[in-house]
């Protein structure tokens, strides 16, 4: 997300590296650089103009605080700006209404209208509690109703069953009268699409507005964040046709340039609401334009990550997963259950660019797929591992490294390496353990470092050195190393 765009801005920094102070003179080369990387990112240029001015206005009139150093106080101002053109803070549904709150969810066709009407069900279910209805209200692409009912289906969510042969103010109008008698808390409506936006689409959405007006509707632009500004243009057509009342970015995972986030709110004052990260119905974000902007500066987003480790961690199995490492007893069924924990957060790289300062080291680091990769394999190698192997890896010899080498279709050196790897780690974590026994740090919530996440040289991420602990023995250096040594499982 914002790779390349927060790769800019770090080098437009450098500019003010080792300055006494803040001065136009000094700032004026970093702030070229930073109108050139928002212009790239497809950035409105309206908003590039406004954003330069402000970020120089306010920097030149600042006074510098004592013990911060020009370059991180100068991070700051582009962070608090960032963060103001995006919205400043996040604004979701009203949940305040009278129930059912009614979401009226708009946009082209191939943008993830339904995949995010399915996806904020499952939120609102899920998180928030609340009892959510699901409408197909999609008359002109009858596979959109099969689609949503495929994927309520996959989260157990309730949905409406839609008459297409009427017309879609008439299947809303309905929808909502039987949610008011099944007393739900929310009913959110997925509306038809077209391949661009022309005045029979608008007229549709217009209808169906109108038809549900008294209900107080919140109207969701679904938009694709790969398309820079000409996100940013259907959002102005959708809004000055049926008014929005916020926005979603699709496709955050992809390589998008930023430009539709850094854009839309500033030019059509229409706030972004939710982003989606993710093909899973659990890849759906609140929008929080202070957390965003610190990801792109490289200053990490902790507070959403502990609130992923939160969601995703069983918090009990965590607790006596930290109880027999303190005994020193991490098993593999124990690593197991880590590796499946991390997976629940995410990829790798999403995770780490979550930590402060990550970003840029991720970019020396290069693809991390390929340890994604490895740690596939050590999950298809624990999977040919009987309990009792699980449980003490001991026992695993010759004969036994023979039949898990077979079953899980890896060469014998495979097992045998990860028996190796699992040695080191199992050292390394009666480390952590003393560490945290004299006051240790780590995430709240995740496993592994008291809360911490595993060492990911641990795990065979290229680029990491293993934890001190991690064996006697100085591994060879392999030939796709990163620039602190380490390597690939």
Same mark, same amino acid.
């Given at each position: 997300m914002f790779d390349t765009l927060s790769e800019k801005f770090s080098n437009a920094f450098k500019h003010l590296q080792g300055k006494a102070k803040i001065s136009e003179a000094n700032i004026e080369d970093a702030l070229a650089e930073v109108r050139t990387a928002l212009l790239e990112a497809?950035?409105?240029?309206?908003? $590039?103009?406004?954003?330069?001015?402000?970020?120089?206005?306010?920097?030149?009139? @600042?006074k510098v605080i004592s013990g911060v150093n020009p370059e991180e106080q100068f991070i700051k101002i582009v962070h608090d700006e960032l963060a103001l053109v995006m919205g400043s803070a996040h604004e979701g549904l009203d949940f305040k209404k009278p129930a059912p709150i009614v979401v009226l969810v708009v946009g082209l066709n191939g943008q993830g209208k339904t995949t995010f009407s399915a996806k904020l069900s499952?939120?609102?279910?899920?998180?928030?509690?609340?009892?959510?209805?699901?409408?197909?209200? &999609?008359?002109?692409?009858?596979?959109?109703?099969? %689609?949503?009912?495929?994927?309520?289906? %996959?989260?157990?969510?309730?949905?409406?069953?839609?008459?297409?042969?009427?017309?879609? %103010? @008439?299947?809303?109008?309905?929808?909502?009268?039987?949610?008011?008698?099944?007393?739900?808390?929310?009913?959110?409506?997925?509306?038809?699409?077209?391949?661009? $936006?022309?005045?029979?689409?608008?007229?549709e959405i217009v209808e169906v507005k109108k038809a549900i007006e008294g209900s107080n509707p919140e109207v969701l632009l679904v938009a694709d964040a790969m398309t820079g500004q000409e996100a940013v243009n259907v959002a102005k057509s959708f809004h000055q046709a049926i008014g929005l009342t916020g926005t979603v970015l699709s496709k955050?995972?992809?390589?998008?340039?930023?430009?539709?986030?850094?854009?839309?709110?500033?030019?059509?004052? *229409?706030?972004?609401?939710?982003?989606?990260?993710?093909?899973?119905? +659990?890849?759906?974000?609140?929008?929080?334009? &202070?957390?965003?902007?610190?990801?792109?500066?490289?200053?990490?987003?902790?507070?959403?990550? $502990?609130?992923?480790?939160?969601?995703?961690?069983?918090? +009990?199995?965590a607790e006596n997963m930290m109880k027999r490492m303190e005994k020193g007893q991490f098993t593999v069924e124990d690593f197991l259950k880590q590796m499946d924990m991390m997976k629940n957060l995410g990829s790798m790289s999403s995770i780490l660019k979550m930590i402060p300062g990550m970003g840029g080291m991720l970019r020396d680091i290069g693809d991390l797929s390929p340890a994604e990769d490895e740690m596939k394999r050590m999950r298809v190698?624990?999977?040919?591992?009987?309990? &009792? @192997?699980?449980?003490?890896?001991?026992?695993?010899? @010759?004969?036994?490294?023979?039949?898990?080498?077979?079953?899980?279709?890896?060469?014998?050196?495979? *097992?045998?390496?990860?028996?190796? +790897?699992?040695? %080191?780690?199992?050292k390394m974590m009666g480390g952590m353990m003393q560490m945290m026994k004299g006051g240790g740090m780590g995430l709240p919530g995740m496993p592994g470092m008291g809360g911490g996440m595993p060492d990911p040289g641990a795990m065979g991420a290229p680029g990491f050195r293993q934890q001190p602990g991690a064996g006697k023995k100085k591994k060879k250096k392999g030939k796709r190393k990163g620039p602190w040594g380490g390597g690939f499982f």
């Open positions: 497809d950035v409105n240029f309206k908003v $590039v103009r406004s954003f330069i001015a402000a970020v120089k206005e306010k920097a030149i009139g @600042e499952n939120m609102l279910t899920k998180k928030e509690k609340k009892n959510v209805l699901l409408v197909p209200c &999609d008359t002109f692409r009858p596979a959109a109703k099969d %689609q949503l009912i495929t994927l309520a289906k %996959q989260a157990d969510l309730p949905w409406y069953d839609s008459d297409l042969g009427k017309k879609p %103010q @008439e299947i809303a109008k309905e929808a909502i009268a039987a949610a008011k008698t099944e007393h739900r808390d929310v009913v959110i409506i997925d509306t038809a699409g077209r391949l661009h $936006v022309d005045d029979e689409l608008m007229d955050m995972d992809s390589d998008a340039r930023g430009g539709a986030a850094l854009s839309i709110r500033h030019v059509t004052g *229409v706030p972004i609401s939710y982003i989606s990260t993710g093909e899973k119905l +659990k890849d759906l974000e609140l929008f929080h334009p &202070d957390r965003l902007a610190g990801r792109i500066l490289d200053m990490g987003d902790v507070v959403t990550l $502990v609130e992923k480790a939160e969601e995703a961690i069983d918090q +009990k199995e190698i624990i999977g040919s591992m009987t309990k &009792d @192997e699980r449980q003490n890896y001991k026992i695993v010899k @010759e004969s036994r490294i023979k039949r898990i080498a077979s079953g899980s279709g890896n060469t014998i050196a495979n *097992v045998e390496e990860f028996l190796k +790897k699992f040695r %080191q780690m199992e």
